[in-house]
């Protein structure tokens, strides 16, 4: 069965730093292109970043880009997030969900993490 | 930058009555690379179909999709009381992979 576990999330004051971590679990995590989506309280989705089974590709939205940094281990079957100079508009439930295969449409995703930016 | 227009913004029906959801691409660059995900308060989204008119494994035949251009539809026949909930359209064919506003379908 296909398991992805978020964790890392909290409160952090604006202009703060967190690091999300994804744990996967039940397929073969080297071989799956992985994303991170985002969803705000209330409000759609939105797609955050993309990494390539061998991190060669790398992928983010521009509300994040320079801020953000998307990192993989496969040796640790494991999806990151590294988020610098947060806002307020950056609170949000941020899930990572797999890709299938070269594309960018979501199969599975977890069950999510809560990033609150408040002062 | 794709942008994705779902309509309407909220379809009220009842079980057992066909649903029709709405996605518009703003390019045709989406060619087929077009998703469809459904989400429950509270919940991680679940994909539905892929690549336009593929049903995600497990998805029960009710659910279809189908386009025209770059008109997308969603059809669910024979509305079951798990159907309500929100859906959303997704293109994939070019970075950044956005996302439609979502449509609800409620009771």
């Known amino acids: 069965e296909v398991q992805l576990v978020e964790s890392g999330g909290g409160l952090v004051k604006p202009g703060g730093s967190l690091r999300l971590s994804c744990a996967a679990s039940g397929f073969t995590f080297s071989d799956y292109t992985m994303n991170w989506v985002r969803q705000a309280p209330g409000k759609g989705l939105e797609w955050v970043s993309s990494?390539?089974?061998?991190?060669?590709?790398?992928y983010y939205a521009d509300s994040v880009k320079g801020r953000f940094t998307i990192s993989r281990d496969n040796s640790k079957n494991s999806l990151y997030l590294q988020m610098n100079s947060l806002r307020v508009e950056d609170t949000a439930v941020f899930y990572c969900?797999?890709?299938?295969?070269?594309?960018?449409?979501?199969?599975?995703w977890g069950q999510g993490s809560l990033v609150t930016v408040s002062s | 930058e794709i942008v994705l227009t779902q309509s309407p913004d909220t379809l009220s029906l009842s079980p057992g009555e066909r649903a029709t959801l709405s996605c518009r691409a703003s390019k045709s660059d989406t060619g087929y690379y077009l998703a469809w995900y459904q989400q429950k308060t509270g919940q991680a989204p679940r994909l539905l179909i892929y690549a336009t008119s593929s049903r995600a494994t497990g998805i029960p035949d009710r659910f279809t999709g189908r386009a025209s251009g770059t008109d997308f539809t969603l059809t669910i026949t024979r509305l079951e009381p798990e159907d309500f909930a929100v859906y959303y359209c997704?293109?994939?064919?070019?970075?950044?992979?956005?996302f439609g506003q979502g449509t609800k379908l409620e009771i």
């Open positions: 969900a797999t890709g299938h295969g070269s594309y960018h449409y979501f199969n599975f």
């Open positions: 990494i390539s089974r061998t991190s060669a590709d790398i």
């Open positions: 997704q293109q994939y064919a070019t970075s950044p992979y956005t």
